[in-house]
């Protein structure tokens, strides 16, 4: 039982902290199209794949919260919305700070995979 819960804490910490450094990547902006790896928070194309990832992200949150994920699956789940999170970032680098719309359809494709991987580990 402690074992469960040790690794349940330690999935949350590391949950967290890709989320954290993420969020923290995103806030150091400046103006329109400053630099590469630069977000330009006005690009709606990377505001509306940020607002997905938090939105999983709360899935997942959730089901660990509701014990419906066990600490493997957010694991894995984790790991893979920390790959969208780093191609994401390799894209706007490209782009100073933008996304072209194949940039986003390829990560919207990425976190589809992702979204349909949450819905079946919370209902199994």
């Known amino acids: 039982m402690t074992n469960k819960i040790s ?4 999935v949350l910490a590391v949950g967290g902290l890709m989320f954290a450094g993420s969020a923290a990547a995103q806030t150091a902006t400046t103006g329109s199209g400053a630099g590469p ?10 505001n509306q794949v940020n607002r997905r990832q938090t939105r999983q992200q709360n899935r997942i949150a959730n089901g660990v919260k509701n014990g419906s994920l ?3 699956e957010t694991a894995n789940l984790e790991r893979r919305e920390g790959s969208v999170q780093r ?3 390799r894209d706007m680098a490209k782009h100073n700070g933008h996304l072209t719309k194949k940039e986003q359809a390829g990560i919207n494709r990425q976190q ?3 979204s349909r991987g ?6 199994n």
């Open 7 to 10: 690794n349940t804490l330690l």
């Open 37 to 46: 790896g630069v977000v330009d928070p006005g690009h709606p194309r990377v």
């Open 70 to 72: 066990s600490p493997q």
């Open 87 to 89: 191609r994401e970032q």
């Open 112 to 114: 589809n995979r992702i």
């Open 118 to 123: 949450i819905a079946r580990d919370k209902h």
